[in-house]
């Protein structure tokens, strides 16, 4: 077709866990599609496994977690050993939520590329996508 | 979904019908624009699916519907594809999309594959590739492909081009139920389904759209690209007796209630079309004006492309100086790329 190629960066926001709140993670969707950005939203209570399925169908970029209930430590390892059984090894992981710094440190060297704290800005959010999903091409 | 009986298949349709990845990442290419050379050794493994268009107001239920719709047709063994379809904000470009939400029933089923989609400016329920995703899958081998269009309401026509069977949703409760299907909507459903039907209004609502169905006789109605098209009323096939009588059915797509008897409805309208050949009129209709809209945009790329800019500019000068009228000046243009001949009705 002669239209005008358009590549729009794809994120998906994900809520792992028990936890029933998913606010910030609904801003942090509105957000990105302010920013021009298609999010696809799976809502509350996601296992490693939905998560990680949705992200291999909607063939998104880039994966963002929000998780305040403090499983962190026990979520991310689950998903990122689900996205390397499935091939999704070059898509880019972010954690939002409560992390304390000891666990930034390990998350970070598991894989995670960027962790956002509660009162972390969306444009900083933003930019840290923009630039891993330029890094990526 | 394996192939080992047909060693001829092209390349993109064996990667796609033993990988997701590779389905999926062929999806983005089509969103994209980047899958010509794909679709086009895929499109002759198209054409086994039934596909389905799920259309109706925001909040009516749809993706609960598709969801529970699914459900019913894996017990079955059918495999399902599906296309959730929301908006792009004209602000922004951007798109929340969430359909996904009401569909977690169906995840860790490897024969269901869901994907969402942005209109990225096309403004008829649908994608503009929308139609291109859908033959993807239908390549791939699922044998149900479920459509979920944009809730906008009124204006998602569209469905009834790219959909086999079109089902309209509405929902009791949404205050002025005949007002919702007012616009063209109620001509382009196969059958109507009143969900919700646990709460209060359902049999009024259902009442009030079979009074609407008895007012309009029925005709066979297709929709292009925004474009309502009439097919031959006389088709020698269907006579008044046997034309297809539009069903109302009840569901509660969250707790499956009703969904088996939708589903025989589906059932029976794919049957009705093949038996009465409205499949085939509606597929050369379809295929007509998919060819109509490619041609316009490829000789309007053409036509533009040998253009010279200065001399489209002169013309544009012309018509601003009132010399010339905008139509004199495109016909200028035009006889310049393609010079008239004897004319041809
Ligand atoms: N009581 C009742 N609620 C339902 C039924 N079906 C869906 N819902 C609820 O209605 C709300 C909207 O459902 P969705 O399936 O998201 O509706 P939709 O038409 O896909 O919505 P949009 O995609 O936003 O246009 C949700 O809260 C559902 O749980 C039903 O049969 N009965
Ligand atoms: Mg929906």
Redesign the interface.
């Given at each position: 077709m002669t239209e005008v190629k358009e590549h729009k960066i794809r994120v998906l926001v994900a809520k792992p866990g028990l936890d029933g709140h998913d606010r910030g993670a609904k801003v942090v969707a509105r957000a990105l599609r302010d920013a021009g950005m298609e999010v696809i939203y799976t809502g509350l209570r996601q296992t490693p496994e939905m998560v990680v399925e949705a992200a291999l169908q909607e063939d998104v970029q880039v994966i963002g977690l929000s998780i305040l209930s403090g499983a962190h430590m026990a979520l991310v390892p689950r998903i990122l050993e689900l996205m390397r059984t499935n091939g999704l090894d070059d898509v880019k992981v972010f954690v939002g939520g409560i992390v304390p710094d000891e666990d930034v440190t390990a998350l970070k060297n598991m894989g995670v590329s960027g962790v956002f704290g509660p009162g972390a800005n969306t444009d900083d959010i933003v930019k840290y996508i923009r630039e891993s999903v330029s890094a990526q091409a | 979904m394996s192939d080992e009986i047909a060693p001829s298949l092209p390349p993109v349709v064996k990667a796609i019908r033993s990988s997701?990845?590779e389905l999926?990442?062929l999806?983005?290419r089509i969103?994209?624009?980047?899958a010509?050379k794909d679709l086009a050794a895929l499109f002759p493994l198209t054409g086994s699916a039934h596909i389905i268009g799920v259309t109706g107001a925001p909040g009516t239920g749809k993706s609960s519907l598709v969801n529970a719709l699914a459900k019913h047709y894996r017990t079955t063994g059918r495999t399902v594809g599906i296309v959730a379809v929301d908006p792009?904000?004209p602000?922004?470009?951007?798109?929340?999309?969430?359909d996904?939400?009401r569909m977690?029933d169906l995840?860790?089923d490897p024969g269901v594959?869901?994907?969402?989609m942005?209109t990225?400016g096309s403004l008829g329920g649908l994608a503009?590739t929308t139609v291109e995703v859908v033959r993807a899958l239908d390549a791939a081998s699922f044998e149900v492909i479920l459509i979920e269009t944009v809730g906008a309401g009124q204006s998602e026509v569209e469905i009834a081009g790219a959909a086999q069977t079109t089902l309209v949703i509405e929902a009791p409760g949404l205050g002025d139920d005949v007002q919702a299907i007012k616009a063209g909507i109620l001509e382009i459903a196969d059958i109507l389904v009143v969900n919700k039907a646990d709460r209060p209004g359902a049999e009024s609502t259902t009442r009030a759209l079979r009074a609407m169905l008895d007012l309009g006789h029925r005709t066979e109605r297709i929709v292009h690209h925004g474009q309502l098209m009439t097919v031959p009323a006389a088709n020698p096939r269907v006579d008044e007796s046997s034309a297809w009588q539009t069903p109302v059915a009840q569901t509660v797509a969250i707790n499956g209630t009703g969904i088996a008897e939708l589903a025989e409805h589906i059932t029976n309208h794919l049957r009705y079309l093949h038996q009465s050949g409205t499949l085939q009129l509606r597929e050369r209709v379809r295929i007509e004006s998919e060819m109509t809209d490619?041609l316009r945009?490829?000789l309007l790329?053409r036509l533009l492309h040998q253009t010279d800019p200065a001399h489209l500019g002169a013309l544009v000068d012309q018509v601003q100086l009132r010399r010339l009228d905008p139509v004199s000046a495109a016909h200028l243009l035009i006889d310049l790329s393609f010079p008239r001949e004897e004319k041809q009705p």
């Open positions: - | 997701r990845r999926s990442r999806l983005t969103e994209n624009g980047e010509d792009t904000s602000f922004s470009g951007g798109a929340v999309l969430g996904r939400i977690r995840s860790g594959f869901i994907r969402s942005a990225r503009h490619l945009e490829t790329m």
